[in-house]
């Protein structure tokens, strides 16, 4: 038999369903209107980083003024809860780029975001999946428009420019290391301290975090190799600035760097595991799990740190390809040389040199090696990595083991 509702019922019933629907609709709009969850600035001299991190994924768009400059970020769906509205509490007065920022609700669905700005600038606007801890986040960085021209020719720029653009490999595969070098000319050291900005590195029982403390050792060792007469020392990053690991091998191809020393502290959940280790790279596998687990996490520092997709359109191997067997050579003869000089200092965590397949060791031209310095997870070594006479300690290792190597190097 064929069932029939009355008019009347018929109405009932859609009006029934028409209220579920609408409460339905209340109760899913409510949930999902986007909660901002944290809000960073990281201002520096090469760009300003402003991160939005969010529990859902942000739908945004933007645009730029003029009279005053200033970027307009209008956020939908998103409710303009306290962390949102602290934004403006963010901005510091160093800020190279934003003079300020004001946080309104524009209607009852957007959030506008107005940065006014201190010059013109280049946003650079993408956004990040989740990785580690962090949640989802919409990133703009903020470059010079008119970059100033600097004294010592940093050519970080406009790497950061190529590698935005997806031009960096192209571009690198285009320097030639110089062939017959001028014997007395002066040794280029590229000192590399690891993570920066977004991406804190490992952190401490006492929270003292990795990115700080690798940052005042290479300024030391900087210093050192400053005073020595046939050594020309630079650093990828001298700042709390995020720099993408492709890029800080770049920035030491440009400056012709003879050697290349990245600078780290470990991390382990067992505590108790302490020790300083060097790493050499290793083309065919890591020389243990650990290294090979050590060398993975050290390579998601882009994602934790925050790259925009262009930067990944070429495949990472590309450059270990071309990693010449003089430069393989050569790395591990600097990395013992550093190790023999670190084990006079602090106990070592693994007797001999470590090799991984780090891709901040993956220039094809100049021996690189990365120095663990100590367990940041080790609650005594913390608290030594804090210490002046400690990080002294380890410049110096460093600087000795360049000189060591400078007498035994092959060419
Ligand atoms: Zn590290």
């Known amino acids: 038999m064929k069932k029939t509702f009355s008019p009347t019922k018929r109405l009932l019933v859609k009006g029934i369903i028409a209220t579920c629907l609408l409460s339905v609709t209340r109760v899913g709009f409510a949930a999902a209107m986007a909660q901002v969850i944290a809000v960073r600035i990281w201002p520096s001299s090469t760009y300003t980083r402003i991160t939005l991190e969010s529990n859902v994924i942000l739908k945004y768009k933007h645009f730029s003024l003029t009279n005053p400059n200033r970027i307009v970020i209008d956020i939908n769906n998103i409710d303009l809860n306290p962390t949102l509205k602290n934004i403006s ?3 510091l007065k160093h800020d190279p780029y934003i003079k300020l920022i004001r946080v309104v609700q524009r209607d009852p669905k957007t959030v506008r975001i107005v940065i006014e700005l201190k010059q013109g600038v280049k946003p650079n606007t993408f956004t990040l999946s989740p990785i580690a801890k962090f949640k989802h986040r919409l990133v703009m960085d903020l470059y010079p428009s008119k970059p100033a021209s600097s004294k010592d020719d940093d050519p970080l720029l406009a790497l950061l420019e190529e590698y935005k653009k997806g031009d960096l490999n ?3 595969s285009e320097i030639k290391s110089p062939t017959n070098k001028n014997k007395n000319a002066p040794v280029i050291v590229v000192l590399d301290p690891g993570h920066g900005g977004e991406d804190p590195g490992a952190i401490g029982y ?3 975090r990795e990115k700080d ?3 005042q050792i290479a300024r030391r060792t900087y210093n050192l190799l400053k005073k020595e007469p046939n050594i020309k020392v630079y650093m990828t990053r001298n700042e709390d600035v995020f720099i993408p690991l492709k890029v800080r091998v770049a920035k ?7 050697l290349f020393i ?3 502290a470990d991390a382990f959940a067992n505590r108790s595991v302490g020790g300083s280790s060097v790493f050499a790279l290793s083309t065919s596998g890591a020389s243990s799990s650990a290294a090979s687990y050590l060398a993975q996490t050290q390579n998601e ?3 934790i740190g925050g790259v925009s997709r262009s930067g990944d359109k070429y495949l990472d191997n590309t450059i270990l390809d071309l990693v010449q067997k003089t430069t393989l050579n050569n790395g591990v003869l600097l990395g013992n040389a550093i190790l023999n000089r670190m084990k006079r200092i602090n106990k070592l965590h693994k007797p001999s040199l470590e090799k991984a397949g780090f891709a901040v060791l993956k220039a094809p031209d100049i021996p690189s090696v990365l120095v663990e310095t100590a367990f940041i997870s080790n609650i005594t070594e913390e608290k030594k990595l804090k ?3 400690f990080q002294n300690q380890v410049s110096k290792s460093i600087v000795d083991g360049i000189k060591d190597y400078l007498k035994r190097r092959k060419n």
């Open 252 to 258: 030491a191809r440009s400056l012709h760097a003879d």
């Open 89 to 91: 509490s963010k901005v």
């Open 170 to 172: 192209k571009k690198q």
């Open 387 to 389: 210490t002046a006479s």
């Open 262 to 264: 990245s600078i780290h």
């Open 301 to 303: 520092a882009d994602q």
């Open 213 to 215: 403390i690798v940052l």
């Open 206 to 208: 006492n929270k003292t």
